[in-house]
């Protein structure tokens, strides 16, 4: 069975950092394309980054380029966001998920984690 | 970036009933546009990708259509389990983007 487990969400302070992290279980991770999609509090879905099966490839949203990072370690089957200089902006539900057509397809998503929440406020 | 533009914002049907949701993007995505249903609390769920594919576990009630900018999902016969907040969402080019979000809600 497909699992996503997303951690490290929390309360941070503007200007602050924070790394989420996504454990993955139940498929041949490096085989697949990853991505992070967030959802601001009663707002719709926003993709923020994806990263090929290697993690040779990475893509990011203009609203988090050169401020998150996104990588992988497919020896542990983990994701990781570097998130810094986060801004109020940032509030939202984390989703890590897989691509549905493998690693050199980054979309659709076919499988989601249950999201961690990340809140910036002082 | 390619903007997608999903209506009705909301829509109210009744159990049994034909949904009609609609996604438009501001520019040609070819056939490149996936459909997710979303639940309180809960992540989304692949319905639909590429225009017309059900994922896997969907039911053949769900069925979408389209291409180049214009693309509708039908759900034919409404199941109470059905109502929720539908999301578009294209792959055709970076940035990847969703549509705001369209609410099914029962009358």
């Known amino acids: 069975e497909v699992q996503l487990l997303e951690s490290g969400g929390g309360l941070v302070q503007p200007g602050g950092s924070l790394r989420l992290s996504c454990a993955a279980s139940?498929?041949?991770?490096?085989?697949?394309?990853m991505s992070w999609v967030r959802q601001a509090p009663g707002k719709g879905l926003e993709w923020v980054s994806s990263?090929?099966?290697?993690?040779?490839?990475?893509y990011y949203a203009d609203s988090v380029k050169g401020r998150f990072t996104f990588s992988r370690d497919n020896s542990e089957n983990t994701l990781y966001l570097q998130m810094n200089s986060l801004r109020a902006e940032d509030t939202a539900v984390y989703y890590c998920?897989?691509?549905?057509?493998?690693?050199?397809?980054?979309?659709?998503?076919?499988?989601w984690g249950q999201g961690t929440l990340v809140t910036v406020s002082s | 970036e390619i903007v997608l533009t999903q209506s009705p914002a909301t829509l109210s049907l009744s159990p049994g009933e034909r949904a009609t949701l609609s996604c438009r993007a501001s520019q040609s995505v070819s056939r490149y546009l996936a459909w997710y249903q979303q639940k309180p609390g809960q992540a989304p769920r692949l319905l639909i990708y590429?225009?017309?594919n059900r994922a896997t576990g969907i039911p053949a009630r769900f069925s979408g259509s389209g291409s180049g900018t214009d693309f509708t999902l039908t759900i034919s016969g409404l199941e109470p389990e059905d109502f929720a907040v539908y999301h578009c969402q294209q792959r055709s080019a970076w940035p990847i983007t969703f549509g705001q979000g369209a609410r099914l809600e029962i009358k």
């Open positions: 990263i090929s099966g290697t993690g040779g490839n990475t």
């Open positions: 139940g498929f041949t991770f490096s085989g697949f394309a």
């Open positions: 590429d225009t017309s």
């Open positions: 998920a897989r691509s549905y057509y493998g690693s050199g397809t980054y979309n659709p998503l076919d499988y």
